[in-house]
């Protein structure tokens, strides 16, 4: 069984920038597809970034150009760097691996955008 465990959240002023982390356990990590997703009180969870075990990515339009995810397979390590954070993206955000449909959740880490 997988696990995961993200950190990095906070509280962040307009503008400002995080870095997310997750930490995968397990040996199936740098063959499967990540992602991160995430959600607003009120709201469904939604997707903000991933990142396939070739390293193809794709964004969210809200997120395009601010947000970046990336990799670190021989660490098991799953990043997500965010710039430019508005108060939208407040959210608990959430790590995801996918594989063979075969999917896990992290626990989450609070993001807070706010002046």
């Known amino acids: 069984q997988v696990q995961l465990v993200e950190s990095g959240g906070g509280l962040v002023q307009p503008g400002g920038s995080l870095r997310l982390s997750c930490a995968a356990s397990?040996?199936?990590?740098?063959?499967?597809?990540m992602g991160w997703y995430r959600q607003a009180p009120g709201t469904q969870r939604e997707l903000v970034a991933t990142i396939t075990s070739d390293y193809y990515t794709n964004y969210a339009d809200s997120v395009k150009g601010r947000f970046t995810i990336s990799r670190d397979n021989a660490k098991n390590m799953v990043y997500l760097q965010m710039n430019s954070l508005k108060p939208d993206d407040t959210a608990v955000y959430y790590c995801h691996l996918d594989f063979r449909n075969l999917g896990s959740w992290g626990q989450g880490t609070q993001v807070t955008v706010s002046s």
């Open positions: 397990g040996s199936i990590f740098s063959r499967s597809a």
